[in-house]
């Protein structure tokens, strides 16, 4: 009998999911495999939405955000009664795996479903890079490049009014996109929850900064660090410089993924099959110091992936 394996993407939607979907689900069926699509999430899982993935059925969309088969976050899927519903659901559609495509809250769903005997693969797709277990995950180059040509506008703007600004990125309570694009955008602070704030300090390097002849200052604002919009009012008010406030919001979400992001999914995707035909399961595939590696979920769920401060200290060093 055919084997069927089951993908669903689930969590905030990243560019580049839709790509990771052509190829599980192509390889999946070069593999002789039948791929079936599960719709909305795990939402749709408890709720038996699905469709049958061909190989046309993926045309066209490696170059498209957001998810062809929608996504969303399922708070019954961390109560028992939800997760014992998915494994039934899995079982009715006769699975005999499952790839989940998310970030750490569909990690701690293949976890769970992995203890109650379920086969899964999780594959990393989330703008905040923040998964143990892979250097990149995807959608972030996506997102990066995003919040980097936003703030490219923004300075043009702030140059021209020789104003300070706050930009508030994505990322929940991590500041790893925040630091990557701060350094991209060429920004002169850079505010994240891995590290403490002195707002004395740093308004006093604010002024500075303006009577060294900077025309524009941006400081790049973690949205785990709480409110922007009062965050620039407090610089405001201890610089006595004009603030403005700019939140890049779900943007960063959206939009054609980068060759970049294109490339990882199409790895992970293919890889991923090819990993359930060699029967290696219940792992999380990732790209480790440029080589794709896996980890098992267990490891993955267990360790946090760690801030790196030295961008934080180029970033100063390179702003004067
Ligand atoms: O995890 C991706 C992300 O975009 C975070 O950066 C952000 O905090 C969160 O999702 C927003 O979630 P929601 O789509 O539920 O508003």
Redesign the pocket.
Known sequence: MTKRFGVITS????PGMNAAIRAVTRQGIALGYEIIGINRGFKGLLENAFISLTIRSVSGIINTGGSILHTG?CPEIKTIAGMNRAVRSIKELSLDGLVIIG???SLAASHALSKRGIKVISIPA???N?IYGTDETIGYDTALNTAVESIDKIRDTATSHDRIFVVEI????HGF?TADVALAAGCEFIVVPEIIVDLNKLASELKRGKERGKTSQIIAFA??CGLSSEFGKKIEKLTNLEVRVSTLG?I??GGRPTARTRILASQLGHFTMNLFHRGETNVLVGITKGELSVMSIKKAIRYKKKFNKKTVKILRNLSI
Do not use: C, N, P, T
């Open positions: 969590g905030g939607d990243a976050r970030g750490d809250g989330s703008i905040d923040d994505m990322g929940r309570e996109l949205e785990g779900y960063q979400r």
